[in-house]
């Protein structure tokens, strides 16, 4: 199944074949509209020359916090963001030999990863907290095939099937409007609660 994210072909498509792109995606999908997180990677591309896991790691932060500035910048909070992007590198560097597929998947000689593992390794990233490794690990699982034992546990709400709560239900402009709709009702809700 092909990406579909930001609604930009160039974007879906690194998206789609670059993990580190679709991880970084979900690291930058934080006030800041989904489609305009998930096109974060495509504008660091375009102006790096590259999305790889080494080069972004040790790019010049200064260089690089300047490149996610420029506008369109890639976050809402560019620095903070940029900063945040080059420490999951950087963990995903030294931690996994640059291979970020190993966050959901066993190095030769391990057992695979149950998806109470893959949850708490995506928790220990930089940015990463319970419901953003929640909703990647259900990412993983519903569009791309990922689904270790016990995914769905570990995913919570996010893995129901036929859902509209997050990014993974995401696949074309309408279920982006539903995921959309979703979220307006639970701030709703959320507000009404406090009274």
Known sequence: MTLWMTGDPDADELLDTNPFALLVGMLLDQQFPMEQAFAGPQKIRERLGTFDVASVATADPEEFAALCATPPAVHRYPGSM???IQSVATV???MYGGDVTLLWSAAEGEDAPSGKDVLRRLKALPGFGEQKAKIFLAL??????VTPAGWHE????????GSRRSIADVT???????VRD??????AAAKAAKG
């Open 92 to 94: 995903i560097l030294d």
């Open 82 to 84: 940029a900063a945040r």
């Open 172 to 178: 074309d402009p309408g279920s982006l409007q539903e």
């Open 140 to 145: 993983l699982a519903k569009q791309r095939g």
């Open 182 to 187: 979703f979220k307006k009702q639970q701030k």
């Open 154 to 161: 570990a995913a919570g709400s996010y893995g129901d099937e």
